[in-house]
Structure formats: structure tokens, C-alpha cells
């Protein structure tokens, strides 16, 4: 089973809406990571989890809040998102280390209006 | 900081022509890895290469790493409508942290 799972697959939230995207995987894998992609361009990494504990994050504004409640899931909190927060958002998992292979779930459309 | 640029940014063509395209940086990497992202799904490792000058065959894909370990090419050969998508290299040298290149976007027309 080499599957990121991503739900929903679709979300229109409203500026001032609490919403969660929520990424599960069964690989035994200790590193996850959300990405956001926009429109023809190439994913951003946003944070790392490394062991269920925040390892990297690359200055996202504090309106996205990860949290990863186990090994195998991996939530993203949003709150007063604004409209150019709409985005694919991405989660993926890997073993770790350099060079390993990271698995990409599909993706969760993100729409604020 | 963009460590990759990639080049071309899109590319459009007829089935059945060959393609090649680029993964520049002026950094040195111990291996750099290829994904494709196809429309709706989140990109996929078509390859890693580790050792400079190294060439990888995947059917009809033709990854190849530059000597110095700073570049990467890919060639595919007889373009398939299959294989649009968007090309991301990456280097694979960085922990945890995958930072993909400027992507391109390849289109292949029946």
C-alpha cells in the first residue's frame, strides 16, 4: 500500500471559516509534509513532520496550523484564510533522509471566498 | 530561493516527437531525483540519480546527471499523450526537505 489519503477532495470556506484538511497514511513512514501548489506552478513545501513532531517550517503565515495527533495522520488547520490562500494543498509521507522517495497523496482543492 | 531552474517552462508537441528538457543550478548535489505530476494527482518519482554522468533508462524516458552533479537532463523519445504532465526535478540531497525546481509543463497533442 503505497497510498496518501487526502480529505476532502474539495473545500469552499469563507474568510472568516475554521476549516481542517486532513492526510492519513499506512506506510510506516516517520516523515510527512504539506505542500500548496498554485496554479502552473510547482508545489511549495510549507512543514515537515518528523516523528510527529514540527521540524521544518517554511515561514507560513500562522492562519495554517499543522498538527499531526499520530504517526499516521497528519491534520492542516485554517482560519481567516485569505481569498489568495486558494490553492491545491498536498500532503505526502516518506521514510525520510535524503534521496528516499516521497508519496504525494491527490490533493485537496482549497476555494476562499 | 530557487534552487533548480528548468527549462524549457512548457513545451507543446505533436505525438511521436522527442523531447528534451532541463534542471540547472549552480549548487552540487549528492543526487537529484525527477517527478511527474499529471493533471489532478500529486507528482509521482519517475527516478533518482546518484552518481555523476550516470544515465537511467524508463522506457522511453532518458534521465541523465551531469558530471559535476549540478545538472540533470530529461529525454523522452516519441512523445506520447500519456506523458503530459508537469516534469518536476528535485534535488534529493536535502534531509527532509524536498524543494522542487521551476517545473516544466510538457503537453503532447494526438
Known amino acids: 500500500d503505497t497510498e496518501v489519503t487526502q480529505t476532502p477532495k474539495h473545500l469552499v470556506m469563507g474568510m472568516t471559516n475554521k476549516k481542517s484538511l486532513k492526510c492519513e497514511q499506512h506506510m510506516g513512514h516517520r516523515a510527512m509534509y504539506w505542500y500548496k501548489q498554485k496554479a502552473k506552478k510547482p508545489p511549495e513545501l510549507m512543514f515537515v513532520y518528523s516523528y510527529e513532531k514540527l521540524s521544518i517550517n517554511e515561514s507560513v503565515p500562522s492562519r495554517f496550523s499543522p498538527e499531526c495527533p499520530n504517526s499516521s495522520l497528519l491534520n492542516l488547520h485554517l482560519h481567516a484564510l485569505q481569498p489568495e490562500d486558494s490553492a491545491l494543498y498536498l500532503c505526502a509521507s516518506s521514510h525520510g533522509g535524503s534521496g528516499n522517495t516521497i508519496y504525494f497523496g491527490e490533493g485537496s482543492w482549497l476555494t476562499v471566498v | 530561493t530557487q534552487l533548480l531552474e528548468q527549462s524549457p517552462q512548457f513545451l507543446s508537441i505533436q505525438e511521436g516527437e522527442n523531447l528534451t528538457v532541463y534542471c540547472n543550478s549552480s549548487s552540487v548535489f549528492s543526487s537529484l531525483q525527477w517527478y511527474r505530476q499529471e493533471p489532478g494527482e500529486g507528482p509521482v518519482l519517475l527516478v533518482t540519480?546518484?552518481?555523476?554522468?550516470e544515465v537511467k533508462k524508463l522506457k522511453r524516458l532518458t534521465f541523465q546527471f551531469g558530471d559535476a552533479r549540478k545538472d540533470s537532463s530529461l529525454h523522452i523519445t516519441a512523445a506520447q499523450p500519456g506523458d503530459t504532465g508537469l516534469y518536476l526535478c528535485a534535488p534529493g540531497s536535502l534531509a527532509d526537505k524536498l524543494i522542487f525546481g521551476t517545473g516544466t509543463r510538457l503537453q503532447v497533442f494526438p
Open positions: 540519480v546518484v552518481t555523476g554522468g
